[in-house]
């Protein structure tokens, strides 16, 4: 039998992994048990910022039956090796912020082991904390550095300083985001097993296998073939799993090499809330000139992010967000200054979005009041100014696909019938007291894979192996973390190869038998990495061909015989695949000028709302989320990720608070952090357009993260329509609503 | 898991008799544990005070509801999913009903029962305002015997009731006599499911030509318990309803209310949409107050 004719790029085939996670039969970290396991768990400062006077060890417990590690117990780098290396792995003289790691303790009896963490006492002298980005900014202390400043960029275009004069309108207006919990079902976990024979191995749930090994070479100061990282299935990530696992990784392995025996950490979910990554705040200034016709002039942009304590991914977010924040538009004078300051809150991680989602969020709320001020529809407004191929976007990138985002504006509002609504709308609330309807969009972009040279320097790896029997492995360190790795990969092999999808598997993320494929992240493992798998698989094939044993036109039989007969000669068959930059892509990082991404996914989304002027509730009615993403490799998987990044971004916008006290996080339970649930959701309605990405497996792009852009604005905007009042900070609770409506 | 398991101790009495006996011989040292839905949070946590406790779930003593031409009694034990399917408090106790849906989610309503809403005694308690209009009373059982109390004088305050640590509550009577009321409840939560009350209205009213006759009103999260607003009934009976009267009322009720500030919400929003849920219960009986609700 031949699979030749059929098509498997383009079919919603079923997940690879599917079946064991809804039977159960997929372990899990907390799922794993080794004989002889001890438990550990963490101590962490009650405050967010002060000098460690003594650590003591209280109560009537056998605290010599414990393992007790402190930052004294660390051979290598008292680090958490990322970026900076600024964060330690466990605080020794000072800690900078509530919730930081001080002591770890492992033991065999895990009720036990609770008593003790409440039993150590950290006495702390506190010193003044930061937790504003304006105090950060003002350094009404200095926390970081010289200034409290982990990065700044500058993207200019043009020059806006010539432009003020001669406008028609100068539109200024201010913007805000507030921290996001990540929210992924299975809390952070890790198990170790280390000592000075073995060196270090860790399992547990993570996105980047060799982010976790990079900071255990470091930690222990060992040579990279004493350490080994393995994921274990992973229930969710988002970016929350991209750097703090390194974190718990080190903790872990301290513990083990110390017990002599492996350690199981595992976060329960309101530590897990309280201590690890959250989406960056924001702070996002306009100022926008723009002439009696509609046209953007000049765009000028501040955009601060709070990074918490320590540097950690901040310089990177900052980068993306700041990238982003002039959006799909083509403007002749830009000007986009940003800055990621310190504060003492944990620090804030990577997040689905990375940066975009806060400063898309100003944009599409300032091209509103930009459109009105203009007297223009908002749909005009934009029309006006899309990016077109061969224009260029605010880091100078030429667009060099075929883009229209007019006919993709269009098609949204068509799809969300955005005006006979608008109209109906208008005659409801004219009539209605207490329900108010309306309807809103945002226009955007995402690109996807790492940022400017951010892939030159990955030079990612991919490698595929044929078995004997004609089945292939994919060999990648990119990780199944929920959205469809595994199947997607598999598809794109089996597609090259045209093969049978069952034929294809993927070889556990295992750091001592993959490759470096690069982090899973950034909305490039498909785009990227699927692109070197396909290369891979094609080199499989190119293999057998050379060697006389395939043409290019074969049967599924011919091609396990080809298998069977290379393998009896050569021992195995695989073939590597390393990334290269597409020609025509240039990044200057001195200048942040050039081909920031090697694509772009483009999307409309609109929103349609009531909100209740009794209660001062909104909610989200009917969701539209149309989006151009190259080619779309499995269709149910792809409407998944945006139905679950536009559900995410809903919470983002209407209901997730993180109430902070003086730096601690005081509602780490899912009672008190409001996410919303099935209940609380319209439908959403998921379309693609697909015009091939060159460079992109089979044409894809990258889309993880593009549906948490565009949900925010375009439901605050939807909420302008309905009550004609401008609120532009976000989380949006109807607490604030009310007093805006009241003012 | 934060608690330390080895500390607890859960009883399983054989009967209503050994367990009130348990609870006569040591005050204080024994508390009930009905479906555990408030007391299993606290011990995930690590924050449940109390160690020992006795399991009421098999006692059939405290389950079943019973009717008589005046009154429907529910067993303390009596489930949300009980509650909910019964046709005679569908058709009388709406109010209950609508409470009961509210609570949580489904499996909660399986094992969360009125009995444990009650003694948790928390302010944001759904039912609690629904049995304060249906003036319920609830049996108290110890070793030394049964007594009846009126549920409008029980919650003495944050957490506080008239209840000694020997007693049980056994059942909740709701007399059969609001069938012919108007009756009305909204619950505005964090969010549509899974969630605990910003604020939330249970009202119940005897409205003819635009008169009100008679009103009940009750309130969750504005005050240390839950809380039946005389004063502002007071100033409702007789009234016509017009926008004078939802003034006077909004007043009234603003007076009444002892809202605070927590990890869910304003004192600032629990009174103004407390004084918006009483008009629009109010508007949605007399005046147009708007059209579509
Ligand atoms: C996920 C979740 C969602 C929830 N949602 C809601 C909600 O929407 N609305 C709401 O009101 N509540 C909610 N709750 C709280 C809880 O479900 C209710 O308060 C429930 O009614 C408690 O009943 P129980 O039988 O489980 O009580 P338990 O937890 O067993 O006991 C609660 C307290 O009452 C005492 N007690 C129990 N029975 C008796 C008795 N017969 N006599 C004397 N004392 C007694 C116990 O000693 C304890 O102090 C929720 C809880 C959870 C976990």
Redesign the interface.
């Known amino acids: 039998m031949s699979t030749n004719q059929t098509q498997i790029v383009g079919q919603s085939i079923q997940r690879k992994e599917g079946r064991d996670k809804v039977t159960g039969a997929m372990r899990y970290v907390d799922d794993l048990l080794f004989p002889e396991m001890w438990f550990g768990a963490t101590v962490r400062s009650p405050i967010a910022r002060g000098r460690i006077r003594s650590i003591e060890f209280t109560g009537n417990l056998p605290w010599h039956e414990f393992t007790i590690v402190t930052a004294k117990d660390i051979s290598g780098q008292n680090c958490t090796a990322l970026i900076l290396d600024d964060q330690p792995c466990l605080a020794d003289k000072f800690v900078n912020h509530a919730e930081e790691p001080v002591v770890l303790l492992a033991h065999p009896d ?3 082991l ?2 003790a963490r ?1 039993a150590v006492k950290i006495d702390i002298e506190p010193l003044p904390a930061l937790f504003t980005m304006d105090d950060a900014l003002n350094q009404t202390e200095i926390i970081w550095g010289d200034d409290n400043v982990f990065k700044t960029f500058l993207v200019e275009k043009g020059n806006v300083d010539d432009v003020w004069a001669s406008a028609d309108f100068i539109v200024e207006g201010e913007y805000e985001t507030g921290a996001q919990e990540q929210l992924y079902i299975e809390p952070n976990g890790m198990i170790a097993m280390a000592n000075a024979d073995d060196g270090v191995t860790v399992w547990g749930s993570l996105q980047c296998p060799y982010y976790v090994h990079k900071a255990l070479l470091k930690l222990f100061g060992l040579p990279p073939d004493k350490v080994r990282v393995i994921q274990a299935a992973t229930g969710g990530g988002f970016g929350g799993k991209e750097e703090y696992p390194s974190m718990i990784a080190g903790h872990a392995a301290l513990l083990a090499w110390k017990a002599g025996k492996p350690v199981k950490l595992i976060y ?1 979910r ?1 530590e897990d809330m309280a201590a690890t990554t959250k989406r960056h705040p924001s702070r996002t200034r306009h100022r926008t000139a723009v002439n009696k016709d509609g046209k953007l002039l000049a765009m000028d942009i501040e955009f601060v992010i709070d990074g918490g304590a320590y540097a950690t991914l901040s310089s990177v977010v900052l980068s993306r967000g700041t990238i982003h924040a002039a959006g799909p538009y083509a403007c002749d004078n830009v000007r986009v200054r940003s800055k990621a300051v310190a504060t003492n809150h944990p620090p804030h991680g990577a997040f689905r979005g990375f940066g975009a989602p806060q400063s898309i969020f100003a944009l599409e709320r300032h091209l509103n009041k930009v459109a009105a001020t203009v007297g223009l529809r908002p749909e005009e407004l934009r029309r006006r100014n899309f990016l077109h191929e061969g224009q260029t976007t605010a880091t100078g990138q030429v667009i060099r696909e075929k883009l229209d985002l007019d006919g993709l504006l269009t098609r949204a509002l068509e799809l969300s019938d955005y005006h006979a609504k608008k109209e109906r709308f208008a005659e409801h609330n004219a ?5 108010k309807k309306g309807i809103g969009f945002a226009t955007f972009l995402h690109g996807a894979g790492f940022t400017g040279s951010g892939e030159r320097f990955l030079e990612s790896v991919v490698g595929i192996e044929a078995t004997a029997t004609g089945n292939v492995c994919i060999l990648v360190a990119s990780t199944e973390i929920g959205q469809g790795t595994n199947t997607i990969l598999s598809q794109i092999a089996a597609e090259a190869l045209r093969l049978d999808y069952e034929m294809i598997e993927l070889a556990q993320p295992d750091t001592a038998n993959v490759p470096n494929s690069g982090p899973t992240v950034a909305s490039r493992t498909c785009m990227i990495v699927g692109k070197l798998v396909e290369s891979a698989a094609l080199g499989l094939k190119q293999t057998l061909v050379q060697s006389g044993l395939l043409t290019d036109d074969y049967s599924l039989d011919e091609w396990r015989q080809a298998c069977a007969i290379y393998i009896a000669e050569h021992g195995a068959l695989k073939s590597f695949s390393k990334y290269e930059a597409p020609p025509n892509i240039f990044w200057n990082d001195e200048t942040y000028q050039g081909d920031a991404y090697g694509a772009y996914a483009w999307a409309v989304y609109v929103a349609e709302v009531t909100v209740n ?5 909104t909610r989200v009615d009917d969701f539209v989320a149309l989006q151009e993403v190259g080619k779309v490799i499995n269709p149910v998987l792809a409407a998944g990720q945006i139905e679950g990044g536009v559900a995410q971004a809903i919470g983002y916008a209407l ?1 997730e608070n993180v ?1 902070w006290d003086n730096g601690t996080m ?2 780490n ?4 952090y ?4 099935s ?2 959701l319209p439908p959403i309605r998921v379309f693609f357009e697909e015009n091939p990405y060159t460079y992109g497996p089979s044409g894809a792009k990258g889309i993880g993260e593009l549906p948490m852009d565009g949900p925010a604005p375009a439901i605050l905007n939807a909420i302008e329509s309905a009550i004609g009042v401008r609120v532009n900070c976000i989380p949006l609770l ?2 604030t609503l ?2 805006v409506m ?1 003012a | ?6 500390a607890y101790d859960l009883q399983t009495p054989a009967n209503l008799a050994e367990a009130l006996r348990l609870l006569a011989d040591a005050p204080g040292v024994w508390k009930p544990f009905a479906g555990g839905t408030d007391l299993m ?1 606290l011990l995930e ?2 924050k449940l005070a109390h160690k020992q406790f006795i399991s009421l779930w098999h006692l059939p003593e405290l389950r079943g509801i019973s009717i008589t031409d005046d009154s429907i009694t529910l067993g303390a034990m009596t489930t949300y999913s009980q509650v909910q399917t019964h046709p005679i408090l569908q058709r009388e106790f709406p109010l209950l009903c609508q409470a009961a849906s509210w609570t949580g989610s489904v499996a909660i309503q399986n094992r969360g029962t009125i009995g444990g809403n009650i003694a948790n005694a928390s302010p944001a308690a759904d039912s609690l305002p629904a049995l304060l209009v249906y003036e319920a009373e609830l049996e108290l059982v110890s070793a030394r015997g049964a007594r009846w109390v009126s549920y409008q004088s029980f919650h003495t305050g944050y957490k506080q009731m008239a209840m000694r640590s020997d007693e049980l509550i056994k059942a909740i009577r709701l007399p059969r006599t609001t069938n012919q009321w108007i009756q009305h409840s909204r619950k ?1 939560g ?7 009350s910003k604020v939330c209205i249970a009202a119940l009213a005897k409205i003819e030509n635009n008169t009100i006759h008679d009103i009940r009103l009750a309130f969750g999260s504005v005050a240390p318990g839950p809380l039946r607003c005389v004063q502002t009934e007071a100033v409702l009976k007789s009234r016509a309803i017009d926008d004078a009267t939802i003034k006077d009322a909004r007043s009234a009720l603003a007076a009444e209310l002892t809202p605070i500030d927590d ?4 004192a ?2 629990r009174l ?2 407390a004084g ?2 009483l ?2 219960f109010l508007a949605g009986n007399g005046i147009d ?5």
Do not use: C, W
């Not at chain 1, 009539?431 to 329900?435: E, G, L, R, S």
């Not at chain 2, 898991?1 to 080895?6: D, E, F, G, N, T």
């Not at chain 2, 990890?263 to 304003?266: D, E, K, L, Q, V």
């Open positions: 895990k009720y036990l609770e008593e409440r329960d309101a009539t209605n007291a207490t329900q002027l009794v209660t001062y509730e209901y109430v005081r509602n339970q899912m009672t008190n409001i996410m919303p649930t209940e609380d109807p607490e009310m007093k009241n | 898991m934060r608690a330390y398991l080895p949070v946590a690590g505005v964090t969010r549509k499911a899974q969630a605990i990890i869910r919400s304003t600032e929003y103004r949409v918006n849920l008009a629009e107050f708007h059209s579509d609700r």
